[in-house]
């Protein structure tokens, strides 16, 4: 891993697998922490889902937690994302959300236009994460779990990627990552970073408010100082923004690199020569 989105993907990668309850990937360490269920999956299997990505893994420690009540192997609560295609408008979003929310089994239900998505927290006893494909398929749309987690244990997590332009106005007097402090602020988010695209990378709880709703809100907060549109980011171009970036960096150090290394060695050559100049003189 070289960038921040190299981490995001493989995190995205190992949240998304089935048994998963949560993951963690840190460029810096450039380690994996992984909490699943072994019933439901293997590290093995949690090792290949990385390679299959373009990444090498091997595993260094497996901890079994202990101490659990039998009753506690089934989560009462369950959080599950699902993706669905075929939403082109806020009706058809509409649509799902109000037959999902009337579903016995079901606590609650946000459908996203913007990412394609439905976040749904269930009753794993009374409807299945399967179930819920089936329902939405029902109604003309198609479904496929993306992540099923533990709800009781950790929340849902989704990324918007906004673009933040301050009005003239005010463009001298914030930057981009003085909105970014801004959104961390906005109940709800979880994290907010500068992408290396330059816009922001937003991570909220879906469980807790909607794409739609989170835009809306940070576009009411910042009215007066900046503009802010959705931008449509998938996890490739979000990597390959990063080497762009990365490759950009590179080629600025070079470029400053090239007068110190010129003089070097323009001085390697003359100073020689002057030596034995010197010579022959004296």
């Known amino acids: 891993m070289t960038c921040s989105a190299c981490s995001s993907t493989v995190e995205r990668v190992l949240g998304g697998t089935a048994g998963v309850c949560t993951a963690s990937v840190s460029c810096v360490t450039n380690l994996a922490h992984v909490e699943f269920d072994s019933k439901a999956t293997s590290v093995e299997t949690l090792v290949q889902c990385i390679e299959d990505v373009g990444f090498d893994a091997t595993t260094l420690e497996v901890q079994e937690k202990r101490g659990e009540e039998k009753g506690q192997e089934t989560p009462s609560v369950i959080s599950v994302e699902l993706k669905v295609e075929g939403m082109t408008c806020s009706a058809c979003s509409g649509t799902i959300e109000r037959h999902l929310q009337q579903l016995q089994g079901v606590d609650r239900a946000i459908v996203s236009l913007i990412l394609n998505r439905a976040f749904v927290t269930c009753h794993p006893d009374r409807l299945s994460p399967e179930s819920l494909e089936e329902e939405i398929e029902s109604i003309g749309f198609d479904a496929k779990v993306e992540l099923v987690s533990n709800s009781e244990a950790s929340g849902g997590r989704a990324s918007l990627h906004l673009q933040v332009t301050p009005l003239p106005s005010v463009v001298a007097k914030h930057d981009v990552s003085d909105y970014c402090l801004q959104c961390q602020r906005t109940p709800g988010v979880l994290n907010c970073q500068v992408s290396p695209a330059g816009h922001l990378r937003v991570v909220y709880d879906p469980h807790v408010l909607g794409a ?63 030596g034995c100049d010197q010579d022959h003189m004296g």
């Open 212 to 274: 739609r709703q989170l835009l809306q809100r940070l576009r009411k907060e910042l009215a007066e100082e900046a503009e802010v549109e959705y931008v449509r980011v998938t996890s490739e171009n979000e990597q390959l923004d990063g080497h762009l970036c990365e490759m950009r960096s590179l080629r600025w150090d070079l470029v400053r690199a090239v007068p110190p290394a010129a003089t070097v060695f323009m001085l390697t050559i003359g100073l020689p020569s002057i």
